[in-house]
């Protein structure tokens, strides 16, 4: 029996996330690292309050098995692009690093469609370079998942997405599955899936691949 991190659990993929760790026969303790309390309540739960700029200080000592990344934001929600970045590079970074002192093998990290290095995109770019440092750091098994728009029950309002997703509503038969809108829930699935197939290496997951 395994211990599961997630990390981003109040997030739309990752609360669906955290209800498939906590039923998951394959872990018999799920860390829950959040900024505040959380509502939700079970046996095998473990919620540390903890800023992610420190981390490593926080979860000292605590071992894990699977590590879940469900962290970010958006250009308009973050503010500047240094918080951005501080979000959505380092604060994945971190938890990379923590984890890996605590035995950890595998770090399973949402990250988006079009995610490139090379991107002109800032958004795009940053996501493509901590794919890359993830990749980088060590562990025994990197899963990165790129999903396209997501569906799901938001707790907050994005009219961008929401416009996207009503054009998704009357157009999405012309729509190519790579760009597909896909719901939160197939991407938390498809999470799950892989953590459990038990490789070694670094696997991409294009949006395509979770709509099935």
Known sequence: MKTAVIAGATGL?????????????????????TRSPLTSHHPKLRNIITPFSDLERSIKGLHSDDVFCCLGTTMAKAGSKEKFYE????????????????????????????????????YNRVKGEVEKAISETGFETVHIFRPSLLLGPRAEKRPGEDA?????????????????AISSEKVASSMMDAAARNMKGVFIHESRDMQN
């Not at 009503?166 to 790579?178: D, E, Q």
């Open 164 to 180: 996207a997703r009503a054009l998704y509503t009357l157009f999405g038969f012309a729509i190519p599955m790579k760009y597909k």
């Open 87 to 122: 979000v959505d590079f380092q604060y994945p970074l971190n938890l990379a690093s923590a984890t890996l002192q605590g035995g950890a093998k595998q770090y399973l990290l949402v990250s988006a469609l079009g995610a490139d290095t090379r991107a002109s995109i800032y």
């Open 13 to 33: 993929i990752g609360k669906q996330l955290l209800e498939m760790l906590l039923v998951s026969a394959r872990y018999a303790k799920v860390v829950a690292l």
